[in-house]
């Protein structure tokens, strides 16, 4: 029924067969990420998330409404000595590139002003991604927009980890799968 955006190169389709046959045949091609499998497949079977407020929003109403709220899908990838960042909505994707030394000096959530290489693709009119249309009149409002985006991204992951303190047991634990000497 959908297609799930993984990461900069990987679309994954995701099939259901519901009860009773319904919504056979139907097919959902906006954007979605892995994050939504699980509240999707909780909201088929009627179960309530439990405990932690769950990440991701279930698909089942763009299959039976045609509702499309509009997701946004992101991704980090290492490839060729860079660090690469995306962002994808509705059939357009930006693509940034960083180069490996800065982000080595400033993490990897570090988005420079100006980043090594900038691509923007409309994935309606080019699905295997040849045409760059970063540089595009056109398309010059849209890849402006979508950098917002992916820089307002970035800046939310920035926070410092949660400390977290081990009990005795849970240390004994990972020690014993190798993870603390």
């Known amino acids: 029924l959908c297609a799930l955006q993984v990461d900069t190169f990987c679309v994954v389709p995701l099939v259901l067969r519901l009860p009773g046959g319904s919504s056979a045949g139907t097919r959902v091609e906006s954007v979605s990420a892995m994050v939504d499998v699980m509240p999707t497949i909780l909201d ?25 709220p509009g997701r946004r899908a992101w991704s980090e990838a290492l490839a060729w000595g860079y660090e690469q960042k995306s962002v994808r909505s509705g059939s357009h994707k930006l693509i940034f590139t960083i180069d490996n030394p800065d982000v080595a000096e400033h993490g990897r959530h570090f988005m420079p002003p100006e980043p090594l290489g900038r691509e923007l693709f409309d994935l309606s009119a080019d699905p295997g991604e040849t045409r760059n249309l970063v540089s595009s009149a056109e398309q010059g409002e849209r890849a402006t927009e979508l950098e917002a985006l992916l820089r307002e991204h970035q800046a939310t992951l920035r926070g410092a980890p949660e400390r977290v303190e081990l009990d005795e047991e849970a240390f004994e634990r990972l020690r014993a799968l190798g993870y603390v000497e």
């Open 44 to 68: 088929v079977l009627g179960i309530q998330p439990q405990g932690r407020e769950a990440q991701g929003v279930s698909l089942r109403p763009r299959w039976e409404q045609g509702v499309d």
